[in-house]
């Protein structure tokens, strides 16, 4: 496995994209500080312009170097369900996140994975990564190795096997409004004031 995960941060360094297992379902990756590969995963990946995609970080320290400081109810929600399943939507520092990131939106969907190989990745190459689920969009979430459709992993640069854990999607919570909002059911179930 030591071997793939050097590989995999290789790749991610030179700008490539990667399929990789995360606590929810397979996720398809890349710096989202690369906007040429950003912008090769949206096409890829047939993802709508004007969707935004999540980011994945390995701490709470590295989503505040690109959220507007971040209010104590969400850092109590991120002590709480950090690492998980919980996606978390906030104002962010725009000049450092790439516009197709954030759908030209002033928000950012940040979430931190509860599974050793993305934080491992992550870590080592110190930038969050892009992680929608691996799938041409529209296309079932793959929540094994064995539904990753063999199509779309012909347009990645590197697939890393493993298993899901939760097998099933992210919550996702937007605490860019008052009350909060679900924008997405998942395995986490909130109950919001």
Request: glycine share 8%.
């Amino acid at each position: 496995m030591e071997k793939r995960l050097e590989q995999a941060i290789k790749i991610l360094k030179e700008g490539g994209l990667i399929v990789f297992p995360t606590d929810t379902a397979f996720g398809v990756g890349c710096r989202m500080d690369n906007e040429q590969t950003v912008e090769r995963l949206f096409k890829w990946r047939r993802r709508p312009k004007d969707k935004a995609v999540p980011v994945l970080v390995d701490s709470t320290a590295m989503a505040q170097k690109y959220l507007l400081p971040i209010p104590g109810q969400v850092k109590n929600l991120m002590k709480k369900y950090w690492p998980g399943a919980l996606t978390i939507v906030l104002p962010c520092q725009t000049e450092k996140v790439p516009n197709l990131v954030r759908a030209g939106g002033q928000t950012l969907g940040v979430r931190m994975p509860n599974h050793p190989i993305p934080l491992t990745i992550i870590n080592a190459i110190d930038v969050p990564i892009l992680g929608p689920s691996a799938n041409f969009h529209g296309q079932p979430t793959p929540y094994n190795f064995e539904d990753l459709d063999k199509e779309f992993l012909k347009g990645v640069d590197f697939v890393i096997p493993g298993e899901c854990l939760l097998k099933g999607v992210s919550t996702v919570v937007d605490c860019s409004v008052f009350p909060w909002k679900i924008l997405r059911a998942g395995v986490i179930k909130l109950k919001l004031l």
